[in-house]
């Protein structure tokens, strides 16, 4: 008799056990599936999100073109030079889409009465400007040779050789810092030249590595850029390589297409990809794309950027008053020729007598609305991507 109640216990205990076991797994099967589906859920909220702000995005940019003049949309293709007079002015009167700082412009002054100019600009602009200033560091950086920022920037070698990639992000950060307190959104970087030539024009510019090196780099940058919400600038395509300065002369390229394609386009791809903003264009004639016409005003080299790399920001052009441009054809034909060329936005100090020759333009049929619409619509969304477009 006991034994037998001894047997029922026992008996009873495993079915427990059992039991619980079933119920355990069951507990632990469910809310493996409730996580799954709360993570499934939280991913669909993000992509819902990030839809939504991509509509809203473009829901800005379509708000603001709406309103938008012809006037207004040719001004906003124009990255002037800060002019000596009537700055606030030629704001008004040109609708001038940015103002790149010079020398002149931070010369004697400090970090306050440049601020304090920038804000005047932005005031004055019915649509807020991008306001740049040539800073890849080292050789190249106006806020570093006026004293304006101190330490001077490096130069991305320099970064490079003290720190490795970690000093190059760590400069870019510092810069993103200094940008932020004087209203600064591009600094005209990355230099994407490959040029392993000390004794070559661009080299100090450059970080001064292989084709592998120089994209990494710019790959790097690009990247951090973009967690600091600073404007990316790619150049100069199709890249010095180790050729002559066009700043004081015309220079043409004789490589061939295949070498550009292996060597000079790889930290262009690897910038693109990364998400680069925009691409500059040099003054130089590449004879494997067009022996003709300089770089910034071939078509040719912009369907390359389109077509062959599949490039989608903005496209801009060097300084219009460098040599190798301007002792090449006159300012107001180089001017319309950027934008027939597929540029987006021109860098230039004529602005002035370039505006209402591509007004002209227009009229004639020579510059379609269709082309000016597309360009405007790049440069707003890129501001609206920069939070100057609130």
């Not at 702000?53 to 906003?76: I, P």
């Not at 040539?134 to 950086?141: A, H, K, M």
């Not at 370039?354 to 020579?366: H, M, N, S």
Request: proline letters at 3%; a negative charge.
């Amino acid at each position: 008799m006991k034994k037998s109640i001894l047997w029922s216990l026992l008996m009873l205990s495993a079915v427990f056990l059992l039991t619980a076991c079933g119920s355990s797994d069951n507990k632990t099967s469910t809310t493996s599936e409730s996580a799954k589906s709360t993570e499934s859920t939280k991913e669909e909220k993000q992509i819902t999100e990030s839809k939504k702000e991509e509509m809203t995005a473009k829901e800005k940019m379509d708000k603001v073109m709406k309103e938008m003049t012809l006037e207004e949309k040719v001004g906003q293709l124009f990255m002037a030079r800060v002019p000596e007079q009537n700055q606030t002015a030629d704001i008004q009167t040109y609708h001038l889409g940015g103002y790149l700082l010079f020398d002149r412009d931070m010369e004697g002054k400090g970090q306050s009465e440049i601020k304090q100019a920038i804000t005047s600009y932005q005031e004055t602009s019915k649509i807020p400007m991008f306001i740049g200033s040539d800073e890849e560091g080292g050789t190249v950086s106006r806020l570093s040779r006026n004293q304006i920022v101190s330490p001077a920037f490096e130069s991305p070698q320099t970064s490079y050789q003290k720190n490795g990639w970690d000093g190059v992000t760590q400069e870019i950060d510092r810069k993103a810092q200094v940008f932020g307190e004087l209203g600064i959104q591009l600094g005209m970087f990355p230099d994407a030249d490959v040029s392993t030539d000390p004794q070559s024009f661009i080299y100090d510019r450059t970080i001064g590595m292989d084709a592998a090196g120089t994209s990494h780099y710019v790959k790097l940058t690009v990247e951090e850029m973009k967690k600091q919400k600073l404007g990316s600038t790619l150049k100069h395509f199709p890249g010095y390589g180790n050729n002559r300065d066009s700043h004081v002369e015309i220079v043409t390229d004789n490589r061939s297409i295949d070498e550009l394609r292996k060597n000079d386009f790889l930290p262009f791809e690897a910038g693109i990809k990364a998400g680069a903003d925009s691409i500059m264009v040099s003054h130089n004639i590449v004879q494997a794309i067009d022996g003709e016409r300089p770089a910034s005003i071939s078509k040719p080299v912009h369907d390359v950027i389109r077509n062959e790399l599949g490039f989608t920001g903005v496209i801009m052009t060097d300084d219009m008053d460098m040599a190798g441009l301007a002792n090449f054809t006159s300012q107001e034909e180089a001017g319309l020729q950027a934008l027939q060329a597929g540029n987006d936005m021109i860098l230039s100090s004529s602005y002035s007598t370039q505006i209402p020759y591509i007004l002209e333009a227009i009229k004639k049929g020579e510059y379609s609305e269709q082309q000016l619409n597309q360009s405007v619509e790049h440069l707003l969304m890129w501001k609206i991507e920069l939070g100057l477009i609130k």
